[in-house]
């Protein structure tokens, strides 16, 4: 059974910082495209950054030269650093996992930038 478990979330003021994590277990990590997605409330789901199996990233617009996107497939993890939040980023940020026709997502960690 595959799981997804995301955990870094919390309540930031603007201008700080978090590290998402997402653990993965029962599927071959090394293999999979990893992304975070966040969805606000009243918004549609957005990705906000994917990394390769071989490494490769992308991100929203919204958020480059903030966040940073790695995987460490030793540790079956993927990580979000986020820098320099702002309101904007407040959101449910969810993990999935891709290969194929599979895909998978975890539960989600809660976000909030605000004084």
């Known amino acids: 059974q595959v799981q997804l478990v995301e955990s870094g979330g919390g309540l930031v003021q603007p201008g700080g910082s978090l590290r998402l994590s997402c653990a993965a277990s029962?599927?071959?990590?090394?293999?999979?495209?990893m992304g975070w997605y966040r969805q606000a409330p009243g918004s549609q789901r957005e990705l906000v950054a994917r990394?390769?199996?071989?490494?490769?990233?992308n991100y929203a617009d919204s958020v480059k030269g903030r966040f940073t996107i790695s995987r460490d497939n030793a540790k079956n993890t993927v990580y979000l650093q986020m820098n320099s939040l702002k309101p904007e980023d407040t959101a449910v940020y969810s993990c999935?996992?891709?290969?194929?026709?599979?895909?998978?997502w975890g539960q989600g960690t809660q976000v909030t930038v605000s004084t």
């Open positions: 029962g599927l071959i990590f090394s293999i999979h495209t």
């Open positions: 990394i390769t199996s071989g490494g490769s990233t």
């Open positions: 999935n996992a891709q290969f194929g026709f599979f895909d998978y």
